[in-house]
């Protein structure tokens, strides 16, 4: 007794807690890729779906083979529901060579389990002696005439109960409720074909359409007398499609498929979504005098397409070399070997676009040995400037450090110049920090980030045989390597200057929140970088853009935002709150630095150098406050803030030149 009371608890929790486990009762597809993915359906035999064309195809062209496509859930019904269906499907049937061969039918059967039956006019279900294995409910469209059988003709629909001889039958036509007459349909035309099957209480209806057409009023089929509870001997079902072929073959295709427990919940199937009935190249037609014309123009063009094709050949891999480039030789990649290491610029290889062009992943082979590259495509118009910008790209091509984004060299081609670079496998750093969908980074892993980045900057300022400044410092700018490890890139808007020369410029590029407020007076310099990277290390510890307009006023602006949270005594609140484990003092540091490299006058911030001093704590934060001057003010606030002993000087441009394409992985993001 207490064991069927606990039984009976499970029972209710099972149904009346967890609906969600019950199995589905309503479904619809407009194609079959979906359910691939999902795997909602059963395939075996030779049953698949259509790769790129998303049509469910039971069977092809070859002899004796059984196709099953079954939803892969069983459908129940409770005591207290009536047993009832309605289905939707949408097929097409095409001939396999000269005669026509057998056809499909829509399944409602008691198991999976179909041993024993035969490959030939029985739909892959039944078999001479009927159906063995299992009990079924089956709506053929047949289109081939079996005498044994007692087909009516090679073009019929019919109801079969545990045989694949009919309970009833018609020729396949339709009711035109515009025309207010029956009119035929060809099963066999390639053309889809909408089928409607519905069962309530124990009448069963069949109708038939074209593809544009509405239901029709009138069913093709009607039985009255079929009790699906005593076929199936349960109140259990699956449903699906069967087909077969014998020694006559056809292609059979399930386009759409809707069903439901009731006609009432039938969802409607999208004609404009459905996929084209693939037509296949081995189907033997008949020769005619169109066919012999069309092989003759073929045959008259062939020398045209060959001559074609050696043009083509001979113009796909052409570059531009000029003399001035033999210089740069080692650097240089073949436009051929970037060719195939892309697989043709396959969109299978595509890996983003950015402001100034688009990049796809290769493999290039190299002494034997395989290496992965990032290959971006920029165009440019003109030869102007060509010679000193691949100097340049050259030049960057020099730096060395191990947290930055390697550049490997360069290729022209026409219009295009291609930009190849190290391969970086886990994408941009600003991916992990604004796609609440993917894997948030732990606090330790963006605390090395920010060294890596800092330690890059440093070599860029102070190491590198020319000063380098970045001019886009952003998260969207640096990458992660296979180890996370951060690499600083996209060197698109840098410019290079000799050491000891004037390094500021008139230019004011960057983007918005992370620009230097003095970059419309005096130009880039290193100070501006310092800028940037302390709106990064704010960006990346709160897990937010600079700026986000859709946050209220208080909040709208980082460097504002970190600053009143230090008033409130609370700055580790800033934090992204996707943060567990983390050390409130770094996290503090950190903010706290990145306020003092954000400070709005340039002279009170620090240098690279002293940033990865602080950041590796090796020296300690000076003392300032968040009313210190300059803290805590976004460089373009409406309200002009009046600083106390500065001096701002404007410098004229050097005549170095910078770069205006991107190098490395696109900032336009």
């Known amino acids: 007794m207490i064991r069927g009371l606990l039984l009976g608890v499970i029972w209710m929790i099972y149904y009346c807690i967890c609906p969600s486990f019950q199995q589905e009762t309503s479904f619809v597809y407009n194609r079959f890729d979906q359910a691939e993915a999902d795997r909602t359906l059963h395939l075996d035999g030779s049953a698949r779906i259509v790769p790129r064309s998303g049509a469910l195809q039971l069977t092809n062209a070859t002899d004796r083979q059984i196709g099953h496509a079954f939803f892969k859930r ?324 020099s730096l060395k450090h191990r947290s930055l984004v390697p550049l490997l060299g360069y290729c022209r081609r026409k219009k295009e110049l291609l930009l190849v670079s190290e391969y970086m496998p886990n994408g941009s750093l600003d991916h992990f920090l604004f796609n609440h969908e993917s894997s948030s980074l732990p606090w330790w892993r963006r605390l090395a980030i920010l060294k890596d980045i800092a330690s890059a900057l440093s070599y860029l300022h102070t190491e590198a045989d020319q000063v380098v400044i970045h001019r886009d410092i952003k998260a969207a700018n640096v990458m992660l390597d296979a180890e996370y490890n951060g690499r600083l890139g996209d060197f698109g808007m840098s410019r290079l200057y000799d050491r000891g020369a004037d390094p500021t410029t008139t230019a004011a590029v960057g983007t918005v929140g992370y620009m230097a407020p003095e970059l419309t007076t005096m130009g880039a310099s290193t100070g501006t970088d310092v800028y940037a990277f302390g709106v990064f290390l704010l960006e990346v510890t709160c897990g937010r853009r600079p700026v986000e307009p859709g946050f209220s006023a208080a909040k709208r602006f980082l460097i504002k935002w970190v600053s009143e949270c230090w008033r409130r005594t609370s700055l580790v609140d800033a934090r992204d709150p996707r943060l567990i484990e983390f050390s409130s003092q770094e996290v503090e540091k950190v903010l706290k630095l990145g306020l003092l490299c954000a400070n709005l006058a340039p002279d009170a911030r620090p240098s690279m150098e002293q940033v990865v001093q602080y950041l590796n704590g090796s020296v300690d934060l000076p003392v300032f406050w968040p009313n210190s001057p300059g803290i805590g003010v976004m460089a373009f606030s409406s309200s002009p803030l009046v600083l106390p002993s500065l001096s701002l000087t404007s410098s004229s441009a050097n005549s170095s030149m910078f770069i205006t394409h991107s190098v490395l992985y696109g900032s336009g993001r």
């Open 74 to 397: 069983p459908i129940e019904f409770e005591p207290s529901e009536s047993v009832s269906f309605s289905t939707h499907f949408v097929c097409a049937l095409l001939p396999g060579g000269e005669k026509s061969g057998h056809g499909v039918a829509f399944v409602v059967s008691h198991s999976l389990d179909f041993i024993g039956a035969e490959a030939t006019r029985y739909f892959g279900i039944f078999n001479q002696n009927g159906s063995i294995s299992t009990r079924v409910l089956a709506v053929e469209l047949d289109i081939s005439l079996a005498s044994e059988l007692k087909d009516i003709s090679e073009n019929h629909v019919g109801i079969d109960v545990n045989s694949a001889e009919s309970i009833i039958s018609a020729n396949a036509s339709y009711f035109s409720d515009k025309d207010g007459k029956k009119k035929d349909i060809k099963l066999l035309s390639g053309d889809p074909i909408q089928v409607w099957v519905d069962y309530e209480g124990t009448t069963l209806n069949i109708s038939l359409a074209p593809l544009k057409n509405q239901k029709p009023s009138r069913p093709l089929l009607s039985s009255k007398s079929i009790n699906l509870t005593s076929i199936l001997q349960s109140r259990r079902m699956f449903v699906g499609f069967s087909g077969a072929t014998g020694s006559i073959n056809a292609y059979q295709y399930i386009l759409g498929w809707s069903f439901s427990k009731s006609m009432a919940s039938l969802q409607s199937i999208d004609i404009s979504k459905l996929p084209k009935v693939p037509r296949s190249s081995n189907n033997k037609m008949s020769t005619n005098l169109v066919l012999d014309a069309l092989l003759g123009l073929i045959g008259f063009l062939v020398l045209g397409l060959l001559v074609g094709a050696y043009l083509y050949r001979r113009n796909l891999y052409a570059e531009v070399r000029e003399e001035w480039e033999k210089e740069f030789g080692p650097l240089r990649y073949s436009y051929k070997s970037l060719y195939k290491a892309t697989k043709g610029f396959s969109r299978n290889e595509f890996l983003g676009k950015g402001g100034f062009g688009e990049v796809f992943k290769g493999t290039l082979s190299r002494s034997r040995e395989m290496r992965e590259v990032a290959v971006k495509r920029v165009s440019h118009n003109g030869e102007e400037g060509m010679k000193q910008f691949v100097a340049e790209i050259v030049c960057m091509g």
